[in-house]
């Protein structure tokens, strides 16, 4: 906590909603909103004891005591994401910033990879369900309250598989496709009370659940094609998203910013 004498901490008084923030990069998201003074609700899916770990963690090693709290809730479900949206509002005062970073469980096999011929639409719906589905059930909970305080920043976690589909990912690119679009139609709308809403394109990033079973050879290739020479960090996407989220990025809305270390350059 920042004391009397100390530089007031650039989130200090926001309150942050980041989904799937148990482990990876959203719980590298969530420790980088407490670092910076934020307070943070770890939304997560079904381990009680790995998020309730992930948050004593951030609050010990950034100071954070107090400020942040655990929820659990299934994005796809509205019921539960409205009752995510009222727990934050009670716990921290309202909700300033939300983070769309859940996803249906998806792993970067290349050797596990089934070319379009043979995917169902089931495939692709399961994972509409939780990029889509879960950034429009939280939205609709959570825009009311920042309508009202005429301000907020959303920030949804897309991947740089939608500009550069290196290995056709058909299921997981097209969903997370369609969460870009939704974040700009979104922009467009939602200027006028002083919203922003903004996307991050991750790059593959290790030490995920979901980069696990990358092969070597699509890593080197990847690394190869990339100017800064590696793959990402969940760091590095947390960085991305907390500047989108900041006030630094008081006048941007509507962008996808690519967090891959300049493979994709638009």
């Known amino acids: 906590m920042t004391t009397a004498s100390s530089p007031t901490l650039p989130l200090a008084g926001k309150a942050a909603i980041v989904t799937g923030a148990s482990r990876g990069i959203g719980a ?44 659990r809730a299934d994005v796809r479900d509205e019921e539960q ?28 096999d290349p050797r596990q990879r089934r070319t379009f011929d043979g995917i169902s639409w089931d495939d692709y719906r399961e994972q509409i369900d939780g990029c889509l589905r879960g950034a429009y059930n939280t939205c609709a909970a959570c825009l009311p309250r920042m309508r009202r305080q005429a301000g907020g920043a959303i920030v949804n976690v897309s991947s740089n598989l939608v500009d550069a589909p290196i290995v056709p990912y058909h299921d ?33 990033t290790v030490g995920t659940d979901s980069s696990r079973a990358t092969t070597e050879d699509v890593r080197e290739r990847i690394v190869a094609m990339t100017p800064l020479g590696r793959l990402a960090t969940a760091d590095d996407i947390a960085g991305a998203v907390v500047m989108l989220a900041g006030d630094d990025a008081a006048f941007i809305t509507g962008q996808t910013l690519h967090a891959d270390g300049g493979l994709v350059m638009r």
């Open 172 to 204: 997981y690119t097209a969903a997370k496709g369609s969460l870009v679009g939704f974040t700009r139609s979104l922009a467009q709308e939602l200027g006028k009370w002083g919203i922003r809403v903004n996307a991050v394109a991750a790059g593959l």
């Open 28 to 71: 590298a998201i969530a420790r980088r909103f407490a670092e910076l003074g934020a307070a943070v609700v770890i939304d997560y899916l079904s381990n009680d004891e790995r998020a309730l770990a992930t948050a004593t963690a951030i609050e010990r090693e950034t100071g954070a005591e107090g400020r942040v709290a655990v929820f």
């Open 81 to 108: 994401v409205r009752a995510l949206a009222a727990f934050t509002e009670e716990t921290f005062g309202g909700v300033d910033i939300l983070v769309n970073n859940a996803l249906s469980h998806y792993s970067f």
